[in-house]
């Protein structure tokens, strides 16, 4: 959306990830009772992408989606947390960075921005039979050998991060106490 609104001639943009709570996304020792999950609403571009996986996975797609705790606590019973686009384009949502903040390794269509890296933070997925195939990848192998990449960064998605960005680009200093 930044290049986008950039070129529509606006100039000054606020565009930072929302942040992720450590405290309330973590890995938790449970078993893990899917090969995957999705969180999010059903649009015919989902279902296209999930159809696959409906038929030949134990797949838990949470249409109305779960926040909080809720969404945690499935995030950490599944084997592979996936990430599709309410439409096919590129966005970035932040259930990728609540999956690794839980420890999950994350199959998505390609985020936009460069916040995380495609292969290494994250699997690429374009098509059902991709999404299939790096399910049925991870599915095998007990969820607690899965170690998030040495490389992904999540400190850009603290509150404290944001608040420290919004300041630098307003050209104001934050209170320490209104980072809590």
Do not use: W
């Not at 938790?28 to 279902?47: I, K, M, W, Y």
């Not at 992408?49 to 996975?57: E, H, I, M």
């Amino acid at each position: 959306s930044h290049d986008f609104l950039r070129r529509l001639g606006f100039s000054r943009l606020l565009c930072h990830p929302l942040p992720v709570s450590s405290a309330l996304f973590y890995p938790q020792n449970v078993p893990c009772e899917f090969d995957a999950c999705f969180l999010g609403r059903s649009t015919p571009h989902r279902e296209h992408l999930l159809g696959l996986l409906k038929c030949r996975t134990s797949l838990v797609h949470v249409a109305h989606g779960l926040v909080d705790e809720q969404a945690r606590e499935m995030m950490n019973r599944s084997r592979v947390v996936l990430n599709l686009h309410c439409e096919p384009y590129p966005n970035f949502e932040t259930r990728v960075v609540q999956a690794l903040r839980c420890g999950r390794p994350v199959v998505s269509e390609p985020l936009s921005g460069r916040l995380l890296t495609p292969g290494v933070d994250y699997e690429v997925a374009r098509t059902p039979e991709d999404f299939l195939a790096a399910v049925q990848a991870v599915t095998p192998q007990p969820a607690s050998t899965h170690q998030p990449s040495s490389g992904v960064d999540l400190t850009d998605f603290s509150l404290a991060s944001l608040l420290a960005c919004i300041a630098t680009e307003l050209e104001c200093q934050v209170d320490a106490a209104s980072r809590n």
